[in-house]
């Protein structure tokens, strides 16, 4: 079995979601489970929906809800035909989840306010409805999709707004409901990022948790590969905005992808990949508009290959330089300093130290002058704002050919306030001023993607 999971852009309209059936057809054989997540945008006008009812103006939600159903009845005339029997029962299943969304918003607009619980309940239904649309207009391809509640698959916690599985569970319904249908050689068409708490209340597992889904259903039901199906060819070296020499990456393991998640990194959160990852199942990361390219594999291991993998940025980070002469063999001194931080519950990131200085960076920067009086307190303190952190990603990055060297020489004359290298050895950063911070990235990348791809 391997599941495949669509993104929001991978099924935004009728032709991307041609386009997702045709890559559903081709790995047939393979037995696929889907997932898909709403259409692109949905969630968002789902959250405003729930969020106007709650402000008294029930019309204005209202209108959101019928174009929302306006577009996948659009998809679904298109794709599946129309006057069939089959269209008919498509409708009439897209209704049933959209007056249910009316009823709940006429009850948060005569309450005024929107619980976590009615929230989750409301955006559920954008996974709902582009489940159903999927599984219907598959048919377009003599493929049987079986449309499979994900309530009656993914048990979670209570924690409404950022679930998380049981998978124990889960795994028994993955098994009792699933299994049965891919032996039938049916193909499984579920909604991301909502399940079923428990006491019976819809739940959803935090924003983008369609990843999420597809990483559970993989691990429940054991299979072979997860499919992430998106619209870029992959992670890449950078962001391409930023460079635009950026290039796919070809493996990736999941540590290395878990530190980009850190800076931002969009592809994939490292929490919603976890339960593949435990289970030992390699993630595809691949694009829909570009089906043939081989995309980024996430594994636990790997490439067998080290080295840079990838650079990634982080803006808005403040430097915290403490200097002290007590500092001169004394012992306690860094306790004390990071009690201050723990005090202010502020987190710190990179941290380097000499025997009488130490420089951390934050990224929470509402705290500093707090932070400033108590550190002044017992020794000398300056602060660097507007930093940013680029952070060059890879396994055993520093011991590679001089790549260190080579990244800080491609800066040239920009200037640095703190070099940082991870002992993990994934990870070795450079933090500058904001304002040189794009340009630094160029340069950095050009030095070690683009002259070293002999690597
Ligand atoms: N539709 C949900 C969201 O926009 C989940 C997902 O797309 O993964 O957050
Ligand atoms: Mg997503």
Redesign the pocket.
Known sequence: MIVIKF??TSVMDAKQMRRAIEIVADRRESRPVVIV??LAGV?NQLVDAARLAAGGDFDQAQALVSSIQQRHEAIGFELIGQKTDFLESFLALLRKHTSQISDILRGIALVGEVSLRANDKIVAI??KLSSVLFSYTMRMKTLTGVHIDSENVIVTDDRFGEASPLMDQTRTNARALLTPEIERRHIPVMG??FGRSRSGATTTLG?????YTAAIVGAAGGAEEIQIWTDVDGMMTCDPRLVPEARPIGEISYREAAELAWFGAKVLHPKTIAPAVDAGIPIRVLNTRNPSAPGTRITAEGSSGKGPRALALKRGIAVVHVTSNQMLGAHGFLARIFEVFARHEVSVDLVTTSEISVSVTIDRTDRIDALRNDLASFSNVEIERDQAIIALVGRDVIGQRSIGARAIESLEEIPISMLSIGSSGLNFSIVLPESSAEEALRRMHAGIFEEARAL
């Open positions: 993104g929001g997540s709403a969630t954008g996974e991301g990022f924003r983008g948790g369609s990843d």
